[in-house]
């Protein structure tokens, strides 16, 4: 049974970083394409990035730059770190899984495990 448990969100000032974690069990966590995504209030949920079995990544032009998706396939754990947050970050992000190579995943939306999220505020 794939679980996903994320953590790392919380409350910080326009400019601040923050590292999100996403802990994941119950498959190969390896071999799976892995990504995260945010949904803020009242907005569509949006793909943040995402990070390949090889290693390879991809991200939204919207955090592109500012953001680093990683792995530890040792720790079965996948990462986000987010720098020079602004307002606009604020939402809650989750992390998804799935089996198939990223490439297949261009809409999001097609991941099948998904965790409950990690609030992120940021403050002006």
């Known amino acids: 049974q794939v679980q996903l448990v994320e953590s790392g969100g919380g409350s910080v000032q326009a400019g601040g970083s923050l590292r999100l974690s996403c802990a994941a069990s119950g498959y190969t966590y390896s071999s799976y394409c892995m990504g995260w995504v945010r949904q803020a209030p009242g907005k569509e949920r949006e793909g943040v990035a995402k990070i390949d079995s090889d290693g390879s990544t991809s991200y939204a032009d919207s955090v592109k730059g500012r953001s680093t998706i990683s792995r530890d396939n040792a720790k079965t754990t996948l990462y986000l770190q987010m720098n020079s947050l602004n307002p606009e970050d604020t939402a809650l992000y989750s992390c998804?899984?799935?089996?198939?190579?990223?490439?297949?995943?261009?809409?999001?939306?097609?991941?099948?495990?998904w965790g409950q999220g990690t609030q992120v505020i940021v403050s002006s």
């Open positions: 998804a899984a799935d089996r198939l190579g990223c490439d297949y995943y261009r809409d999001y939306d097609l991941f099948g495990y």
